[in-house]
């Protein structure tokens, strides 16, 4: 009896990184979901959970990037700015910047 039970579960999905940016891609080029899940072979409906759950939130309309000062001379070693940068989303995110020590 439970073997039979087994069976009849669905699978769970496996999915690919290059699927979730074949996505984004293509919603960002305005595609409707029927042509994304045709084009990855699944359902429409399957396509717009996995949207859901992966989604990034956009910036407000009125967002406006600020762009660099070229002209800007280079942030030193370990400013927070490119330390942050640097390290979002990897074991030192929140760590400061490692200062040598000196020995003499």
């Known amino acids: 009896m439970i073997a039979r039970k087994d069976r009849r579960r669905p699978r769970k999905r496996l999915w690919a990184s290059a699927q979730d940016v074949c996505i984004r891609?293509?919603?960002?080029?305005?595609?409707?979901?029927?042509?994304?899940?045709?084009?990855?072979?699944?359902?429409?409906?399957?396509?717009?959970?996995?949207d859901r759950r992966r989604r990034d939130r956009l910036p407000p309309p009125t967002f406006v990037a600020v762009r660099d000062d070229p002209g800007c001379a280079p942030l030193p070693a370990g400013h927070v700015r490119t330390w942050g940068a640097m390290n979002a989303g990897t074991a030192?995110?929140?760590?400061?910047?490692?200062?040598?020590?000196?020995?003499?």
């Open 25 to 50: 891609r293509l919603r960002a080029e305005g595609a409707t979901w029927e042509t994304i899940a045709e084009d990855l072979g699944l359902t429409r409906w399957i396509v717009i959970a996995r």
């Open 92 to 104: 030192l995110a929140h760590e400061p910047y490692p200062l040598p020590m000196f020995r003499r």
